[in-house]
C-alpha cells in the first residue's frame, strides 16, 4: 500500500523584518540577488555598485566604474561576474573577485534601464530608454551588440530571459517576447506603459507592472489575461513585480512605501508590508525561500516569514 503524499505546506509570505542594510550609496535604484540567493547587489545613484551577504548584513566589495547613476545589475550564473547599466548610457561588465572592469560596452543612446545575463553568462543584454534591447558577447572583444532588437516604439523599462527567450516590457504599453529557437516575436499590448515584467518559475505565464496601477498575469503562449491585481499605487516610478519561490503569490512594489502580494489564483490582496516612507524603489525575491528585498531610499530591508528565527541581533 502506498502512503499519500504529504501536502505541500502552506506558502509563507516573508512579513517580518530581519535586517536592514544602510548602504550609502545614495538613492538605492536596483537590489537584486544573486543566482543561488546567497548574496545581492545593490546599484546607488552615487555612481557606485556594492555586493552584500544579505542574510549576514555585510557589505563584501564596492565596484566603482560608471560615470552616473547605477540602475540595475545582475550576477552570472557562477557568481564570477557582474554586469551593471547605468545613467551613463554603458553596460559595464565586472569581475567579482579583483573589483575591476572588465569589459564597457557603448552603444546605447541613452540610459540602460536593465541587464540581464543569458544562462552561460556569455551574452548580456541591455534594454535602454533609447528604445533598444542590445546583445553583447562577453568573450570577443568586438565593441559592437552581436544583435539589437528595435521593435519598441518607446524606451524598454525591463528585460527577463529564459533558457531561449527574451521577455521585455516597453513604455510604449507592450510586453515583447522573443522566442530565440523558433526565430519568433509575439507582442501583447497593454495600453499603459511597462514598468517591469517576469516570467512565472514554471515558464507558463508572464507577469507585467504597468503605470495605471495594475498587475497583469498573461498566458505566455496565447497572450490570453489570467490575472488583474490592483490596490497598490503606480503611476510615475519604474517598479518591480515579483512572483514569489512557488508562484502561488504575486507581488509589487508600491508608490506608497508598501509592498503588496496577492494570492495568484484568486486575485485577493494576501499582504500589505509597510515599508517605509517614500516610494519603493525596487524588489527582489529569493530564488528558493520566502525571502524579499526591499529598496527604499537609502537603505535596503531583508524580509523573512513569520516563523524564521534570524541569528543575533538584526541590525
Not at 173 to 179: A, N, S
Request: net charge neutral.
Amino acid at each position: 500500500m502506498a502512503f499519500p503524499r504529504p501536502r505541500p505546506a502552506r506558502p509563507e509570505l516573508p512579513r517580518q523584518r530581519v535586517r536592514t542594510l544602510q548602504c550609502g550609496q545614495g538613492a538605492v535604484r536596483a537590489a537584486r540577488f544573486n543566482a543561488d540567493g546567497n548574496y545581492c547587489l545593490t546599484c546607488g545613484s552615487d555612481k557606485t555598485l556594492k555586493l552584500w551577504n544579505p542574510h549576514k548584513g555585510t557589505a563584501l566589495r564596492t565596484y566603482q566604474g560608471h560615470g552616473y547613476e547605477v540602475l540595475d545589475a545582475a550576477g552570472s550564473f557562477d557568481n564570477s561576474q557582474i554586469c551593471s547599466g547605468g545613467a551613463d548610457k554603458a553596460v559595464a561588465l565586472w569581475d567579482v573577485t579583483t573589483g575591476q572592469v572588465v569589459r564597457k560596452y557603448r552603444g546605447h543612446a541613452g540610459k540602460v534601464n536593465c541587464v540581464q545575463f543569458n544562462e552561460e553568462a556569455t551574452v548580456i543584454m541591455s534594454g535602454s530608454i533609447d528604445s533598444t534591447v542590445r546583445c553583447w558577447d562577453c568573450r570577443s572583444r568586438r565593441p559592437d551588440p552581436i544583435q539589437v532588437l528595435d521593435e519598441a516604439k518607446d524606451g524598454i523599462s525591463s528585460v527577463k530571459l529564459s533558457a531561449h527567450e527574451i521577455l521585455t516590457g516597453s513604455v510604449d504599453g507592450r510586453v515583447r517576447r522573443y522566442d530565440l529557437r523558433m526565430g519568433q516575436l509575439c507582442s501583447d499590448y497593454i495600453g499603459s506603459p511597462i514598468t517591469s515584467v517576469c516570467f512565472s518559475k514554471d515558464g507558463q505565464c508572464v507577469l507585467a507592472a504597468s503605470l495605471d496601477s495594475t498587475l497583469r498575469l498573461l498566458d505566455k503562449d496565447t497572450g490570453e489575461l489570467l490575472g488583474e491585481y490592483t490596490g497598490h499605487r503606480s503611476t510615475t516610478y519604474r517598479l518591480d513585480c515579483v512572483l514569489n519561490e512557488q508562484d502561488t503569490h504575486v507581488g509589487c512594489a508600491s508608490e506608497d512605501g508598501h509592498v503588496y502580494f496577492w494570492d495568484l489564483v484568486e486575485g485577493s490582496l494576501a499582504l500589505s508590508l509597510p515599508v517605509g516612507q517614500g516610494v519603493v524603489q525596487s524588489l527582489a525575491f529569493h530564488p528558493r525561500l520566502p525571502c524579499l528585498l526591499v529598496a527604499t531610499q537609502g537603505q535596503v530591508t531583508l524580509w523573512r516569514e513569520d516563523t524564521f528565527q534570524p541569528e543575533g541581533d538584526p541590525n
